[in-house]
C-alpha cells in the first residue's frame, strides 16, 4: 500500500475571508508583548525607579533600529500577499530567503552599531545622569542581540501572509512566560545575588528573543510553507532586492521620522525631571493596551488588502478596509476612555508615586483624542502601502509629524509649561490631522493601479 506524503493544507484569503479569523490571533500576540512589556516595567519599577525611565530611554533608542528593520519586513508583508494573491507561487522560496538573509544582515550591522554608539546617543537625549549607567548597560547587551528581533520580523510577516497568524501567538505565550521568568530569577528569585539587576533583565529578554526566532524558523519548515535556501539567491534577483527596497525603503522612512519625532520629544520630557520621564513611560505602557485592537486590525485588513489587489480585486479591497475602519474607531474610543479612567489604579501596579499618577493621568487624557487618529493612520496607511501606494504615506508623514507634532509638542511643553502632557499634544496633533488626510487618499482612489505584481 503506497503511503501518501501529506502536504499543508492551502490557505485562501480573499473577500469572503473573516476578518476576526486574522486578526484575533494577532490580537492576542501583540496583547501578549504588550503585557510583557509592562511587566517589566512593573518588575523594574519594583526593583528601581531609576531603572523604569533608563530602559525607557534605551528602549526609545532601540525602536528606532527595530523600524529599520522594517524595511525588508514590511516589503515582505506586500509581496508576499500580493504574489499569494495572484497565484504566482514559483518565486515565493526566492522571497522567503532573500528578505530573511537581507535583513538579518541588516540587523547585525546595526545591532554592533547600536553597541558601540548607543552612550553617545543617549547624551543627545539628555538622558539624566542618575539613570545613565543602567541605561547603557541595557542597550549593550538587548542591543547588541537586536539582529535575532530582524529575522523574527521576517518571519512571523511570511507566516501571517500565508493565514499562520496563530504561529506567533502561540511564541508570544512561550516567549512572555520565558521572559517574565527570566526577569525573576535575576530581579527577586536565586540569581538576584548576582547583583546583575537591569542586566539580568536585559539577558532574559536577549534570551527570549534567540527562543522567539528559533521557533518561528521551526514552525516555519514544519507548516511546510517553504523553505530558506541561499541556492534560491544565484544568480542574485537585484530586480527582487530592488523592488523589496522601493517598497520598504519609503515605508521604514515613514517609521523612521515618527520614531524620531517621538525621540526628539522624548528629549523635551528629560529635562523635566524623573517623575515626568516615569510618568511618559508609564502611561505609554497603558497605552500601548489600547492600540493592540487597532493595531490587530490593521495588520489583518493589511493581508487581506494585498490579497485582493494581487488578484485584482480593487473594489472589494476598498470596501474592506471602510468597513474594518467605521468598526474600529468607537471600540478604540471606549477602550482609550476605559483605560483612562482606571489609570489611578492601575498606576500603583508599577509602583508609581501620587505625582507621577497625576503627570501619567494627564498624558493619558490626551492619548483618548491621540489613538482615533493612530486607529485612522493604522489601517489606511497600512492598507495604502498593501496597494503598492507607498509614496505618499512618507511624505504627509514626515510633514505632519515634524512640522505638526514636534512644534506643538515643543509649544505645549515647554513654552506653555504644560509639561509631559503638552509634549503629548504633539504626538495627537499629528496623527489626527494625518488621519484626515489619509482617509481622504483612500475614498479618492489615487492607490488603485499600483499593484507591484507583473500580470
Known amino acids: 500500500m503506497k503511503i501518501m506524503k501529506s502536504e499543508p493544507k492551502e490557505r485562501t484569503i480573499d473577500e469572503n475571508t473573516r476578518l476576526f479569523l486574522l486578526a484575533g490571533p494577532i490580537f492576542v500576540e501583540l496583547l501578549l508583548n504588550i503585557l510583557i512589556h509592562n511587566a517589566d516595567t512593573v518588575m523594574l519599577g519594583r526593583f528601581s525607579p531609576v531603572a523604569v525611565g533608563a530602559v525607557g530611554n534605551a528602549n526609545q533608542i532601540m525602536f528606532l533600529f527595530i523600524v529599520m528593520f522594517n524595511v525588508i519586513a514590511t516589503a515582505t508583508n506586500v509581496i508576499v500577499a500580493q504574489y499569494l494573491g495572484a497565484k504566482q507561487l514559483d518565486k515565493m522560496n526566492q522571497i522567503y530567503t532573500l528578505s530573511f538573509v537581507v535583513n538579518l544582515v541588516i540587523g547585525i550591522a546595526l545591532s554592533a552599531f547600536l553597541y558601540f554608539v548607543g552612550p553617545f546617543l543617549f547624551r543627545l537625549l539628555k538622558v539624566p545622569e542618575e539613570m545613565m549607567p543602567d541605561c547603557v548597560a541595557y542597550t549593550k547587551i538587548v542591543g547588541a542581540c537586536l539582529f535575532l528581533q530582524a529575522g523574527f520580523n521576517v518571519m512571523v510577516q511570511i507566516l501571517r501572509c500565508n493565514g499562520y497568524t496563530k504561529v506567533g501567538m502561540y511564541i508570544s505565550i512561550c516567549v512572555n512566560l520565558l521572559n517574565i521568568l527570566g526577569n525573576w530569577l535575576f530581579l527577586y528569585g536565586p540569581w538576584k545575588v548576582l547583583g546583575l539587576g537591569v542586566k539580568g533583565a536585559a539577558i532574559s529578554t536577549s534570551f527570549a528573543r534567540v527562543v522567539a526566532l ?48 517621538q525621540t526628539i520629544l522624548f528629549s523635551f520630557i528629560n529635562p523635566m525631571g524623573a517623575a515626568a520621564v516615569n510618568a511618559k513611560v508609564m502611561a505609554q505602557s497603558l497605552m500601548n493596551l489600547n492600540v493592540a485592537f487597532s493595531n490587530s486590525v ?94 505618499f504615506p512618507v511624505v504627509i508623514g514626515m510633514i505632519s509629524m515634524w512640522i505638526i507634532g514636534i512644534s506643538v509638542g515643543y509649544t505645549g511643553g515647554v513654552i506653555f509649561g504644560l509639561g509631559a502632557a503638552g509634549v503629548f499634544m504633539g504626538t495627537m496633533a499629528d496623527e489626527c490631522i494625518r488621519g484626515f488626510i489619509v482617509v481622504g487618499r483612500w475614498i479618492g482612489g489615487k492607490w488603485r493601479n499600483k499593484s507591484v505584481v507583473e500580470k
Open 214 to 261: 528559533a521557533a518561528a524558523i521551526i514552525i516555519f519548515y514544519i507548516l511546510k510553507i517553504g523553505k530558506l535556501s541561499l541556492k534560491t539567491l544565484r544568480p542574485f534577483p537585484f530586480n527582487l532586492l530592488w523592488k523589496e527596497l522601493k517598497i520598504g525603503l519609503p515605508t521604514a522612512g515613514e517609521n523612521m521620522a515618527y520614531s524620531l519625532a
Open 298 to 391: 490593521a495588520m489583518s485588513t493589511q493581508i487581506i488588502t494585498g490579497h485582493l489587489i494581487g488578484a485584482e480585486k480593487e473594489d472589494a479591497a476598498y470596501r474592506r478596509v471602510m468597513r474594518s475602519l467605521l468598526m474600529t474607531l468607537p471600540v478604540t474610543l471606549v477602550l482609550a476612555s476605559t483605560n483612562c479612567f482606571l489609570s489611578p489604579w492601575s498606576l500603583k501596579l508599577f509602583g508609581a508615586d501620587a505625582e507621577v499618577i497625576r503627570l501619567a493621568r494627564q498624558v493619558m487624557i490626551v492619548g483618548i483624542f491621540m489613538e482615533l487618529g493612530r486607529t485612522t493612520n493604522l489601517i489606511v496607511v497600512g492598507s495604502l502601502k498593501a496597494a503598492g501606494d507607498y509614496i
